[in-house]
C-alpha cells in the first residue's frame, strides 16, 4: 500500500495544479466580463488620450475682446438679386446708426466663382452671446425689421448661418477701401483636430501677410461643426494667383499644407464681390 501511494502522487499533484490553474483562469475571465470597462482585453484597443484643460473656443479665441461672428448664407432668386442687395442695404445701414443695437456688419458680398445667386453676411456683435441675445430680442420688437424679414424671404430659395469666434493669432477683420475680390475658402475638419490646425496655422499665418491678403481667420461654435473660414482680399485673380504662388516659394509654407491636408474633410473656396454697402471694399 506504501508503495503503491507513492507510485501514484506525482499524478495526482499534477491533475490537481491543472484544475486549480484552470478554476483561476476561468475566475479571471469571469471578473473581467463582469467589468469590461477595466477588462485589459479592451484596453489593448481604446486609446487614451490626455485630457484637455480647457475648450478648444478658449484655447484658440482672442482673450483680450469678447467678439461673436455670424456668417449668413442666403441663396436667392437669379430675377431677385438686385432688389435684395438694395432691401439688405438699406436694412444693415439703419442698425448701423442706430446705436441702441450692439451689432455691426463686417461685411457683404455677392457669390462670383462658387455657389451663384448668393449673398454672404458676416455681422460681428462685441459683447458676445449676450449682445447677440440683446439684439435679436429687440429685432423681434421691431415692427419695421420685421415686415422686412417678411419682403426678403420672398426672393430666397434658402439660408443658413453659423456663430463662429475668430481665431487669435489673426487679425481682426477691420473696413478697407477697394477695389478687391474676396476669397472664403472654407475647410471642414475631422472632428478633434482643430487644436492642431490651429497650431499650424499660428504659425503659418506669417507667411501670407506680406501683400495685407489676410482679412480675417474664423472657426465655427453652432451650426456645422469643426468648419474653419478663412477670408483673404486681393486686387484681382492674378494677384490671388501671384500672392499664393509667393507664398511656396518661403521655407516653413509647405510643411504647413504638409501637415494641415490630412486634417481635413473637405474644402471649398469661394470667389466674392463686395456689395456697395460692405465696409470691406
Not at 47 to 76: C, G, P, W
Request: glycine residues 4%; aromatic residues 14%.
Amino acid at each position: 500500500p506504501k508503495t503503491q501511494a507513492m507510485a501514484f502522487s506525482p499524478l495526482t499533484h499534477t491533475v490537481f495544479m491543472s484544475f486549480v490553474k484552470l478554476s483561476f483562469i476561468l475566475f479571471l475571465c469571469r471578473s473581467f466580463s463582469e467589468s469590461s470597462d477595466k477588462g485589459w482585453f479592451r484596453s489593448l484597443f481604446v486609446h487614451k488620450v490626455d485630457a484637455r484643460k480647457d475648450a478648444h473656443s478658449n484655447l484658440l479665441s482672442k482673450k483680450e475682446t469678447s467678439n461673436l461672428y455670424k456668417i449668413q448664407f442666403h441663396n436667392i432668386k437669379p430675377e431677385c438679386l438686385e432688389a435684395y442687395n438694395t432691401l439688405e442695404a438699406e436694412v444693415q445701414k439703419r442698425l448701423h446708426q442706430d446705436q441702441d443695437y450692439p451689432c455691426e456688419v463686417v461685411g457683404s458680398w455677392n457669390t462670383w466663382y462658387g455657389e451663384q445667386d448668393q449673398a454672404v453676411h458676416i455681422w460681428r456683435y462685441r459683447g458676445g452671446y449676450p449682445a447677440l441675445t440683446e439684439c435679436l430680442t429687440k429685432l423681434n420688437n421691431n415692427k419695421e425689421y420685421l415686415e422686412f424679414r417678411k419682403e426678403r424671404a420672398k426672393m430666397l430659395i434658402s439660408r443658413r448661418n453659423q456663430l463662429l469666434l475668430e481665431f487669435s493669432f489673426w487679425n481682426e477683420p477691420l473696413p478697407r477701401p477697394g477695389p478687391n475680390i474676396y476669397e472664403m475658402r472654407t475647410y471642414y475638419l475631422k472632428p478633434g483636430t482643430m487644436i492642431e490646425w490651429g497650431n499650424h496655422w499660428a504659425r503659418a499665418i506669417k507667411y501670407r501677410q506680406e501683400n495685407n491678403e489676410a482679412v480675417g481667420g474664423f472657426f465655427s461654435q453652432i451650426g456645422d461643426l469643426y468648419v474653419v473660414h478663412h477670408l483673404w482680399a486681393y486686387e484681382n485673380l492674378q494677384s490671388r494667383e501671384d500672392t499664393r504662388n509667393t507664398a511656396w516659394q518661403k521655407e516653413g509654407w509647405d510643411a504647413n499644407v504638409y501637415y494641415t491636408v490630412p486634417l481635413i474633410r473637405s474644402m471649398e473656396s469661394r470667389i466674392m464681390i463686395p456689395t456697395k454697402s460692405s465696409p470691406l471694399q
